[in-house]
């Protein structure tokens, strides 16, 4: 079942944003699979209201761990273990 079949009262709220960053805003919604705007917008507003603690510096911090990750900038767990003193136990 669809959004649009469980929420029938939905309203239009209007927004300003610059062509510049509407155009990357289509982008990325038509890049990341979504159907329109409106779905990949309602989804963001959806975290953003669901998950506040989750803010844009976790956001950078994932990316630059996902960089590291693919250019081989890892660590075994055995190191980690034993640069910040932790053993199995803990």
């Given at each position: 079942m669809s959004e649009a079949d469980t929420s029938p009262d939905k309203t239009t709220v209007n927004i300003r944003i610059t062509e510049t960053f509407l155009a990357d805003v289509d982008e990325t919604w038509e890049g990341l699979g979504y159907n329109s705007r409106s779905e990949f917008v309602r989804d963001i507003l959806r975290?953003?209201?669901k998950h506040p603690e989750f803010n844009r510096?976790?956001?950078?911090a994932m990316l630059a761990g996902e960089v590291d990750i693919q250019?081989?900038?890892t660590h075994a767990s055995d190191e980690v273990k034993v640069e910040y003193g932790l053993d199995d136990d803990e």
């Amino acid at each position: 079942m669809s959004e649009a079949d469980t929420s029938p009262d939905k309203t239009t709220v209007n927004i300003r944003i610059t062509e510049t960053f509407l155009a990357d805003v289509d982008e990325t919604w038509e890049g990341l699979g979504y159907n329109s705007r409106s779905e990949f917008v309602r989804d963001i507003l959806r975290d953003a209201v669901k998950h506040p603690e989750f803010n844009r510096a976790d956001l950078k911090a994932m990316l630059a761990g996902e960089v590291d990750i693919q250019k081989g900038r890892t660590h075994a767990s055995d190191e980690v273990k034993v640069e910040y003193g932790l053993d199995d136990d803990e």
